[in-house]
């Protein structure tokens, strides 16, 4: 009994089964005989056409229909409502033509193959009853129900049959794919090196602006963004069209470079189909590249106008030359407080320097003038102690001695030190605080030919040292000039 038990539960289960799976392809074969239900999976269905199993049936009157037909209509709307099944629903990334029929037959990669052949790799073909055939010419037409789009070819489950149909679906090629990054990398390129060009072709007082106005360092950078933001509501539409322009590439013009780049290999069409690819590629792309669309008036139609999209790379792409240039001026521009603390005190270092050594050059030139001056006035004292006649005054006027001592060893006053009052007066000035000092000198005011002059008068002892040289003091190129010694021996 429990054997028996056992083998009749079993049968029931295997009865189960099998009419569940007879069920299921029953289904599915009712499925591909509605075909599908809207020409793209992300569509809503469309309404079944008149005649199909799914469509509603036509209403009727009631009252005063038979009851045939009203127990009909009942039976069709129940059977379009509740008992049909649903139409096949449409592959993703592809298009489909709704409600046509298709062989369950023809639902396998080796079939699809021999019906298209090489036109089945991204389109299922089918064989579709032509029901307005002539005589003589034959009664069904192949037509591609489902068309994947450009870049996806079409794919059978591997579990599909004719007894199980499934349905295709569209992936991705890989070897379009491919093709598809290299060439958005080669529009990437390209965009990036036309708003390197663009960059480096502008003066260096645009650049320097961009550059002062990127870094927040410069109080005119704040300004500049806080006008932005002022203005933000309101921006010169002109302007910034005009940059765009200036800086990005549009799409013709973008074709037209990768069309130098093409394959001879690559045929027209392949390479069109490429090309949209890569457009929605590169359209979707935020992160490198920035897309505008720009309005521009219709010359051929009059009142019209033309939108075109530009593309404006976020990375240009310098040459040598032009990235060295921007990187020393962003270099000097990113320090320049730096820059000219450290100018200012190189050239303040230097002043000072020279001012020194002008000021050693000074006491120098002094301390030789002083020893000059006083063997000069000792000599005239002895002259006139001598020979009053030949030398009728003991003293000699402090200028006219200044301007003998500061002449040049060759006796020419035409230089342009002789006649520099700085250079004159700085040293001269140290020349008599010293002279006027010493015990050996009288100083007194006198007439000098009809002129009042301060003169310096010898009052020291009166030795035989003239052959003791003298030294001169040589004009200043500059009032920081060096001074030298010169040698001067007896008049």
């Known amino acids: 009994p429990l054997a028996l038990a056992s083998s009749a539960w079993i049968t029931r289960v295997l009865a189960w089964v099998v009419l569940s799976a007879s069920l299921l392809v029953w289904r599915t074969h009712e499925q591909f005989a509605i075909g599908f239900g809207s020409t793209r999976s ?9 005649g199909s199993v799914l469509a509603q049936p036509q209403p009727i009157d009631m009252e005063t229909a038979p009851p045939v037909d009203r127990l009909l209509y009942y039976a069709k709307y129940a059977r379009a409502t509740y008992l049909a099944p649903s139409p096949l629903p449409c592959p993703e990334h592809a298009e489909c033509v709704p409600y046509t029929p298709i062989p369950p037959t023809h639902a396998s990669q080796n079939q699809q193959q021999a019906d298209g052949g090489s036109a089945a790799r991204d389109q299922w073909i ?18 591609g129900v489902v068309q994947c789009d450009a870049g996806y070819v079409l ?67 704040q300004r500049q963004q806080q006008q932005q933001q002022q203005h933000a509501s309101s921006p010169d539409q ?36 490429l090309f949209r690819l890569a457009m929605d590629e590169l359209i979707g792309s935020t992160s490198d590249i920035a897309h505008y669309v ?10 019209g106008s033309e939108e075109v999209q530009y593309f404006v790379s976020k990375t240009p792409e310098f040459t040598p030359i032009c990235y060295i240039r921007r990187a020393v001026l962003h270099l000097v521009l990113g320090n320049a407080v730096g820059l000219a603390s450290l100018i200012a005190l190189s050239v303040a270092a230097y002043v000072a320097s020279r001012r020194f050594a002008a000021h050693r050059a000074e006491i120098g030139a002094a301390d030789a003038l002083v020893v000059s001056a006083l063997a000069r006035l000792k000599r005239q004292a002895r002259r006139h102690y001598i020979d009053p006649g030949l030398s009728p005054a003991p003293a000699i006027p402090s200028l006219q001695l200044r301007d003998m001592l500061l ?4 006796g020419d006053a035409s230089g342009s030190a002789y006649y520099d009052p700085r250079a004159r007066t700085g040293v001269w000035e140290r020349v008599r605080k010293v002279v006027e000092r010493s015990a050996n000198v009288r100083c007194r005011t006198t007439a000098v030919r009809g002129e009042p002059m301060r003169v ?15 030294a001169l003091f040589t004009p200043l190129a ?14």
């Not at 089918?126 to 037509?143: F, N």
């Not at 502008?202 to 002062?212: C, G, I, K, P």
């Not at 002449?407 to 060759?410: E, M, N």
């Open 155 to 221: 794919q059978f489950p591997p579990l599909s049959t004719r007894v199980y149909p499934m349905v295709p679906e569209c992936i991705r090629d890989l070897s379009t794919e491919h093709r598809v990054k290299q060439l958005v990398a080669a529009m990437l390129r390209e965009c990036s090196i036309r708003r390197g060009r663009a960059q480096c072709d502008m003066s260096l007082y645009e650049q320097a602006r961009q550059l002062v106005a990127k870094s927040p360092i410069w109080p005119l950078a």
């Open 238 to 273: 002109d302007d910034e069209a005009d940059e765009i322009e200036r800086m990005g590439l549009s799409v013709p013009e973008l074709r037209a470079a990768m069309w130098k780049r093409k394959s001879p290999r690559l045929s027209d069409d392949e390479f069109d189909a």
């Open 126 to 143: 089918v064989p579709v009853a032509d029901s307005s055939a002539k005589e003589g010419m034959p009664k069904e037409q192949r037509i």
């Open 478 to 491: 500059s009032p920081f000039g060096s001074p030298q010694r010169l040698s001067v021996g007896q008049e």
């Open 42 to 50: 992300e569509l809503a269905p469309l309404a079944p056409p008149l």
């Open 456 to 470: 310096w008068e010898w009052i020291g002892p009166l030795e035989d040292d003239d052959a003791e040289d003298d």
């Open 407 to 410: 002449l040049s060893a060759s």
């Open 294 to 303: 720009l309005e521009f008036d219709d010359e051929d139609n009059k009142g």
